[in-house]
């Protein structure tokens, strides 16, 4: 649930569908993985989710790395074969050159991209 106040004669403007949209297929997708034994990168998967949910980013930025962590789970969770390594390589590396220079997913995206990087 998403509550909005709004006091004197401002006006409220929020545009979460994206945010919530890729948060719940990210959600989905890590379920996916956990399923076929993918606990490791499920878990990294989730980790970078809540990261970037709440990182010090502003709006747009924060709704392009949560629809890019959503397209690179859209793929992991994927039997190997099928997945498009060109796409999963080219998040995994707009998130190496973003996520650290934003100090509050830096840590996170420092503990978990060996987990990523060993998918390309």
Do not use: Y
């Amino acid at each position: 649930m998403i509550n909005v106040n709004v006091e004197g004669s401002q006006i409220g403007v929020l545009n979460a569908g994206g945010v919530v949209d890729s948060i719940s297929k990210i959600s989905v997708n890590v379920n996916t993985m956990k399923s076929k034994g993918d606990v490791e990168l499920a878990e990294a998967c989730s980790t970078l989710s809540r990261a970037l949910s709440s990182c010090d980013a502003n709006d747009k930025e924060k709704t392009d790395l949560l629809h890019n962590l959503k397209l690179l789970t859209e793929e992991t969770s994927k039997p190997v074969e099928e997945r498009n390594t060109s796409l999963v390589g080219f998040v995994i590396s707009h998130f190496d050159k973003i996520l650290p220079t934003i100090e509050s997913a830096k840590g996170v995206w420092d503990g978990c991209k060996d987990i990523f990087q060993g998918l390309i």
